[in-house]
């Protein structure tokens, strides 16, 4: 059984930063891309980063330039550093994974839990 498990939300002034972390458990072959998702009261869920198996990331429009997606395979950890953190990022954040089970099997997507960032004064 694959497990995803974040860390390191809660509550920041706006300017203010946090260290997201989702650590993947369970027995997998490999592991492709590694993401972050949101989702805000109301709205729907959004893509904030992607970091793909060659590490290149991509980055929603909104964190562009604050946020920063990393990931450590031998930990099989992703990382999402969020700087400048202002209301309009308050949300639950989701980790997604890529994870191959087995040498001879195909991708299956995992989801978090989700952990809520809540940005305020």
């Known amino acids: 059984q694959v497990q995803l498990v974040e860390s390191g939300g809660g509550l920041v002034q706006p300017g203010g930063s946090l260290r997201l972390s989702c650590t993947a458990s369970g027995d997998m072959y490999s592991i492709y891309d590694m993401g972050w998702y949101r989702q805000a009261p109301g709205a729907e869920r959004e893509l904030v980063a992607m970091i793909h198996s060659i590490s290149t990331t991509n980055y929603g429009d909104s964190v562009k330039g604050r946020f920063t997606i990393s990931r450590d395979d031998a930990k099989k950890t992703v990382y999402l550093q969020m700087n400048n953190l202002k209301p309009e990022d308050t949300a639950v954040y989701y980790c997604?994974?890529?994870?191959?089970?087995?040498?001879?099997?195909?991708?299956?997507?995992?989801w978090g839990q989700g952990i809520q960032v809540t940005v305020s004064s």
């Open positions: 997604n994974m890529e994870i191959v089970r087995t040498i001879t099997s195909f991708e299956i997507n995992y």
